[in-house]
């Protein structure tokens, strides 16, 4: 089993739409929690932290939920140019990263 | 620059042959990671420096696979006799502090190797 294991997608919606991808982790002990964002043949880039109060930076949300071991994020009123891969990453001793969740978003 | 710079940006080579791979942090920054994405997939962890010393390597896929960063700023991942399954995205990430724990980091471009 993957130590952090996301929906691979595609997700198609369209522009406005809102949409919601979850990630789950194995092992209790992570520490911390981000969502990355990455383009096709780009880089990855830091979307938002996940605290486990959850937090909200404009349209998106991320929720942390350490018993279930699970995290989720929500986009709303989404746009052309949310379409890219969402990456989930873990920190436990290392950066784990999910294989990543593609989103097309169509007008 | 501003960001994380990796050279090449393309790199083919034969079987056999070895490589280098090079990564400028962001000035300053303490953590520099590297790590391998294939097609597809999530990167995945290779190792990790804190400054010149390199405090985990445990994902390092064998001993073909060597990193180095002498003066704690640019780094270089070397691959010994690549094979064919070496072939990926290899990305280099910096982060301004020690360890791990809520540090974002910032990834370079990548250096996509493709091993005929």
């Known amino acids: 089993r993957k130590e952090v294991e996301q929906d691979p997608g595609p997700f198609n919606v369209p522009e406005g739409a809102t949409v919601a991808f979850n990630c789950t982790y194995s092992?209790?002990?992570?520490?911390?929690f981000f969502w990355y964002r990455q383009d096709c043949r780009k880089e990855p880039k830091l979307l938002m932290s996940v605290y486990s109060s959850g937090n909200e930076d404009g349209r998106f949300t991320a929720q942390l939920n350490r018993a279930s071991q699970y995290i989720s994020l929500l986009i709303r009123d989404s746009k052309l140019s949310d379409s890219a891969t969402y990456l989930c990453?873990?920190?436990?001793?290392?950066?784990?990263f999910g294989a990543g969740t593609r989103l097309t978003v169509k007008p | 620059g501003a960001g994380v710079s990796q050279s090449p940006r393309y790199k083919v080579a034969k079987r056999g042959q070895d490589v280098a791979l090079r990564c400028d942090p962001i000035?300053?920054?303490?953590?520099l990671f590297w790590y391998q994405q294939a097609l597809g997939q999530g990167p995945e962890f290779l190792t990790y420096f804190q400054n010149e010393a390199q405090l985990d390597k445990s994902g390092l896929p064998s001993d073909r696979f060597f990193a180095e960063r002498p003066e704690g700023s640019v780094s270089t991942l070397k691959i010994q006799r690549t094979q064919q399954e070496d072939s990926a995205v290899y990305l280099c990430a910096s982060s301004l502090g020690q360890g791990l724990a809520n540090q974002p980091q910032h990834f370079g471009d990548g250096t996509r190797l493709s091993i005929l």
């Open positions: 092992n209790s002990a992570s520490q911390s």
């Open positions: 990453v873990v920190n436990i001793d290392d950066m784990r």
């Open positions: 000035s300053g920054h303490v953590s």
